[in-house]
T-cell receptor, first 113, second 118 residues
Framework: ELKVEQNPLFLSMQEGKNYTIYCNYS?????LYWYRQDPGKSLESLFVLLSNGAVKQEGRLMASLDTKARLSTLHITAAVHDLSATYFCAVDMNAGTASKLTFGTGTRLQVTL | EPEVTQTPSHQVTQMGQEVILRCVPI?????FYWYRQILGQKVEFLVS????????KSEIFDDQFSVERPDGSNFTLKIRSTKLEDSAMYFCASSRRQGRGSGANVLTFGAGSRLTVL
């Protein structure tokens, strides 16, 4: 059974600081997604990482994938309050069929002034 | 930007009642999904649907659950006899491509239907 674990589960950080969220998964996959969820809202796609060494950046967020280590990271640079949300990584194990995402536990990020 | 729409946004029901949650996926998408999220927990896969049949279902998706695409636009999730533990946010999602092969298969999620079973 695929296990996807994130750490930390909760992160409180000050504006302007940098931090990294880690996503570890238990079975080989080269298809990993990062989603953002605001309280009571839906899941917004942030990044799609499709191969070993993939790196994607959007604004203050940068995601990377190391398939050999079964690890993805989401790095936050110079955090701002608007980034406060819960961040989920999700791994897709299916090949050639409909997707089946296994989500991580989520990291609740709180950026304080 | 195209979006997945879900109704109702919130439904309260008595235990044992039937519930139907409705979704309108993005029009040119071929794959449809239901996920659920119990309050404060992670998002869990329920079922995927393609070409008018279930592609895969999870252990959660037992005989009490069913899905249907009754016409060209709607995709529904039915729970026949609700239990307290069915209380959750149910997300519909759709995607255009297969899981692998031709690039990213990004799922677009709807805003969710919150189900409260009393």
């Amino acid at each position: 059974e695929l296990k996807v674990e994130q750490n930390p589960l909760f992160l409180s950080m000050q504006e302007g600081k940098n931090y990294t969220i880690y996503c570890n998964y238990s079975t080989t996959s080269d298809r990993l997604y990062w989603y953002r969820q605001d309280p009571g809202k839906s899941l917004e796609s942030l990044f799609v990482l499709l191969s070993n060494g993939a790196v994607k950046q959007e604004g203050r967020l940068m995601a990377s994938l190391d398939t050999k280590a079964r690890l993805s990271t989401l790095h936050i640079t110079a955090a701002v309050h608007d980034l406060s949300a819960t961040y989920f990584c999700a791994v897709d194990m299916n090949a050639g069929t409909a997707s089946k995402l296994t989500f991580g536990t989520g990291t609740r990020l709180q950026v304080t002034l | 930007e195209p979006e997945v729409t879900q109704t109702p946004s919130h439904q309260v029901t008595q235990m044992g009642q039937e519930v139907i949650l409705r979704c309108v996926p993005i029009s040119n998408h071929l794959y449809f999904y239901w996920y659920r999220q119990i309050l404060g927990q992670k998002v869990e896969f329920l079922v995927s649907f393609y070409n008018n049949e279930i592609s895969e279902k999870s252990e959660i998706f037992d005989d009490q659950f069913s899905v249907e695409r009754p016409d060209g636009s709607n995709f529904t999730l039915k729970i026949r006899s609700t239990k307290l533990e069915d209380s959750a946010m149910y997300f519909c999602a759709s995607s255009r491509r297969q899981g692998r092969g031709s690039g990213a298969n990004v799922l677009t999620f709807g805003a969710g239907s919150r189900l409260t079973v009393l």
